[in-house]
């Protein structure tokens, strides 16, 4: 089949897309990938058999885009701040490419944000996937938009409010460009633009995500989409292998690129909590100072290392709780301090909470060197949270979340290859 992919947001709403991309390709499909990165990032290079367009690169003040909207209040407020900054701009350079990608290919597979994907496949007949990153995000009268079930009554009530504001607030661009196409108004935000009648994708683990008795086969819950950048030809440094062999596994912080973002204070946020923990402890950044902060016999602080290789030697991981990230957490089988900075993060701190591997989700707004490194202590004196992160580990080493879900759309699409 010749299938279009788009998708828009940072890293951790790209790489996934890259993943299935890259999968599509080696199953025989011709598979063209057009992206918009909200930090103008160029991520050509991790095309390796299929075709990559950029479709928009000249956000305004791109790099402050993320912090700006890691400091409001509110998820709805981070939101509508991004939808204003970050998508409107580029809508009508989306709706192009998405417009292209629908009369060029049998089928298209979009993030569910991407609604000019579902305005010109609607307008031109053209097969739809829509892809969730996290399970709250489809509709089920037996959850709410929260991810917590309130009852059928008020989860309901919660769809409904989440419609009545995504129409007014967040997608009202989206109703604009329906109208000036003739089309009619989206009664459902839920179930007309994040789901798709022909075929829904949720890339998560079914370890971690409930399958609900409302969702028909039309939803599919693959497992992650992970793609391994930048480790397939790794050679640990000697330093490294010198510091993991002096002593017992560290603990490793990163806030990815969260933290590339902001990254001189959270490289003083993480210094000072390690500093107080007196513990081995590795620390990611990706700030240079001119004079590099002395670390001790203890601290070994590195640019990016390949997570899938050096996750299983440690200890404890102090992430952000992107999506990415979590999976290569529980994948090594250790547990985590969540350090949210706001979008799916909270989802994920809050998964990692349910399953035991978790002790509280803390917030980047108002977290502390004293309270992330007391969260620390408390997640490493009970031997009870790595042992939940270990049960973890097998049922998601075996999942394979690509292919289940070229697997799903071969099937759903089958008349069309």
């Not at 992430?319 to 994948?331: D, E, M, R, Y």
Request: hydrophobic share 40%.
């Amino acid at each position: 089949m010749k299938i279009g992919i788009q998708t828009w947001g940072s890293q951790g709403d790209i790489f996934p897309f890259i993943a299935l991309a890259n999968g599509l390709a080696r199953a025989g499909h011709e598979v063209t990938l057009a992206y918009t990165s909200i930090e103008n990032k160029d991520y050509s290079a991790h095309a390796q058999h299929f075709r990559i367009v950029r479709v928009f690169d000249a956000f305004d003040d791109a790099d402050s885009l993320i912090p700006n909207a890691i400091r409001q209040t509110s998820m709805m407020k981070q939101l509508k701040y991004l939808i204003e900054h970050a998508f409107n701009p580029a809508q009508a350079a989306m709706y192009e490419a998405s417009s292209r990608l629908c009369a060029e290919n049998d089928v298209v597979i979009g993030h569910l944000m991407c609604h000019t994907l579902s305005v010109a496949a609607e307008k031109s007949g053209c097969p739809r996937v829509s892809v969730a990153l996290t399970s709250n995000a489809v509709y089920s009268c037996y959850t709410s938009v929260f991810g917590k079930n309130l009852g059928i009554w008020l989860n309901q009530l919660s769809w409904q409010l989440s419609d009545w504001v995504g129409q007014r607030l967040l997608f009202k661009k989206a109703a604009e460009l329906r109208y000036s196409l003739g089309m009619p108004e989206v009664k459902s935000v839920a179930k007309e633009v994040i789901r798709s009648r022909d075929l829904t994708l949720i890339a998560t683990s079914p370890s971690l995500t409930q399958k609900f008795s409302d969702w028909d086969d039309s939803i599919c819950i693959t497992g992650f989409w992970s793609g391994r950048y930048g480790g397939d030809n790794w050679a640990m440094p000697d330093a490294l292998a010198r510091f993991l062999a002096a002593g017992p596994a560290p603990i490793y912080f990163t806030f990815g690129s969260m933290g590339d973002l902001t990254a001189k204070a959270t490289l003083e946020l993480h210094l000072a909590a390690a500093q107080k923990l007196g513990r081995r402890c590795i620390i990611q950044t990706s700030f240079s100072p001119e004079n590099p902060p002395l670390a001790s016999e203890s601290i070994y602080i590195t640019g990016n290392l390949p997570h899938h290789l050096i996750f299983p030697k440690c200890a404890l991981l102090v992430h952000h709780g992107g999506a990415g990230t979590t999976q290569a957490s529980l994948l090594a089988g250790i547990p985590s301090v969540v350090v949210e900075h706001g979008f799916d993060q909270k989802y994920w701190g809050a998964t990692l909470r349910k399953h035991g591997v978790t002790h509280r989700v803390l917030s980047r707004r108002d977290v502390t060197p004293e309270s992330l490194a007391t969260e620390i202590k408390i997640v490493l004196a009970s031997n009870d949270y790595r042992q939940k992160a270990e049960a973890l580990r097998p049922a998601l080493a075996e999942e394979d979340g690509v292919a289940t879900a070229i697997n799903a759309i071969e099937r759903r699409f089958a008349s069309r290859a």
